[in-house]
């Protein structure tokens, strides 16, 4: 007998009328409309069933700490780390694994069961990082929370940095992270990127950069980034966040630029609510949006996915924890409103995402976890326009949150009385 059976679900492959089985946490069956003997069956109601959301880019360190000790007045990035510097010396460990866990809370509840969250290693007392390994442990058993040591004062422009970042890798943080754009010079920063490559490849682990987060188009690291990635055999194991400045490059640069980041396996995450509201900030008008390139790198062969970056930290007061949000916001900032460009979106916040942090068992496949999240919604386009209620989250076969679905009364003037489901 079954565990589960999920009946009449659409898929984002496009199938719908499609049931799922799953035995002992895993995925045993994907047919249309299986019968077949289960301890619980659920009708998905035509409904779409996706793998979970996942963010590959976030700040858990910094999470719900929306103005402590003071709001970002400018609203800037560089003011931004100015205040989380002087958050630092006053954070305990005991709060801001609360507040973690609290977001973790809130994630779980939109079917965001993956997170990549960069944890700054700036610090001799590493307080941030043993918080959030403490954190990862908790939450193992429905969000799979994996951390990236970020120097967040530059490795090389703060005392200290390198022995605090190699430090954090040995208690256990799996991905090299980096800030090139914030080291002293253009220099330094290639320096930095050079180092933490040949760091990453010696302990066998993955790379994940803030990279030319900035609008300087003459901004280089993701060169240098695509071409230590090739260098070092790190091909599918390297990531560039950000990148905005690619946005404000000079055209015949980027032609250039985007082969070498496809052939040299480096993978891109955009943060689009963090970049529209981040970047542009030193211009009048016209005002760049400053998001990197999606839909080119897209088309190069790129993979980009979506982050959401910050929820209620010094750099920004919004967020929830919905992925849809990201998505719907990067459709909108790189004008990807064609139908493929849409579908693109949703991938950016799953599937991509998943292909960035090397997700074992992730996805819809016969032998792939049980984990999935049903949305009230009938395709991967109305999930996005709606922001779609996530009427049922399950971790490997549990249920790990519920909503009802959401219907509006109208009683409207010279109308009949009717029940307008969110679609
Ligand atoms: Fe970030």
Not at 12 to 27: C, E
Not at 155 to 177: H, I, M, P
Not at 386 to 395: E, F, P, S
Request: charged letters at 20%; aromatic letters at 6%; proline letters at 5%.
């Amino acid at each position: 007998m079954l565990d589960l059976l999920i009946t009449n679900a659409a898929l984002p492959d496009g199938r719908t009328g499609m049931s799922v089985a799953v035995q002992d946490g895993r995925i045993t069956a994907v047919e249309p409309a299986l019968s077949a003997p289960a301890k619980e069956v659920v009708d998905a109601g035509g409904y779409l069933l996706s793998p979970p959301f996942v963010d590959p880019h976030f700040h858990m360190d910094a999470t719900l700490s929306y103005g402590l000790p003071r709001v970002n007045e400018s609203g800037t990035l560089l003011e931004g780390i100015t205040l989380w510097g002087e958050l630092k010396p006053l954070l305990k460990a005991d709060a801001l694994i609360e507040r973690a866990l609290a977001y973790c809370d809130w994630a779980v509840a939109k079917g965001l069961l993956a997170i990549r969250s960069h944890v700054d290693t700036s610090d001799a007392s590493l307080l941030p990082v043993e918080a959030l390994l403490e954190v990862k442990r908790r939450v193992a058993p429905y969000i799979d929370l994996q951390l990236v040591a970020f120097p967040q004062d530059g490795v090389l422009r703060s005392k200290g940095g390198l022995a605090n970042f190699t430090r954090a890798l040995d208690l256990g943080v799996e991905v090299v992270g980096g800030i090139p754009h914030f080291e002293r010079t253009m220099a330094e920063g290639a320096a930095s990127v050079k180092l933490l490559c040949e760091l990453a490849a010696a302990r066998g682990l993955l790379v994940d950069m803030h990279c030319d987060e900035s609008d300087d188009p003459l901004s280089r690291h993701i060169e240098t980034l695509s071409f230590e990635a090739q260098r070092l055999g790190l091909q599918g194991r390297v990531n560039g966040s950000h990148c905005t400045s690619m946005h404000s490059m000079d055209n015949y640069y980027v032609s250039k630029l985007l082969p070498l980041i496809a052939e040299s396996g480096v993978s891109v995450i955009a943060n689009p609510l963090i970049n529209i509201t981040l970047q542009g900030r030193h211009d009048t008008y016209p005002k760049r949006r400053g998001m990197t390139r999606v839909p080119e790198l897209m088309a190069a062969g790129v993979n980009v996915a979506f982050g959401h970056d910050c929820v209620m930290d010094p750099w920004y007061g919004m967020g929830s924890g919905d992925m849809l949000e990201v998505a719907h916001m990067g459709l909108h900032v790189a004008q990807m409103t064609s139908q493929k460009g849409i579908r693109q979106c949703f991938d950016a916040v799953t599937v991509n995402a998943a292909k960035v942090m090397h997700l074992e068992g992730y996805g819809l496949d016969v032998g792939c976890d049980a984990s999935f999240v049903l949305l009230q919604a009938r395709d991967k386009i109305e999930a996005i326009r709606l922001r779609a209620n996530r009427l049922k989250v399950w971790k490997k076969g549990v249920l790990v949150a519920a909503t009802p679905e959401v219907a509006t009364t109208l009683r409207l003037p010279n109308r009949p009385p009717a029940t307008r489901l969110m679609t």
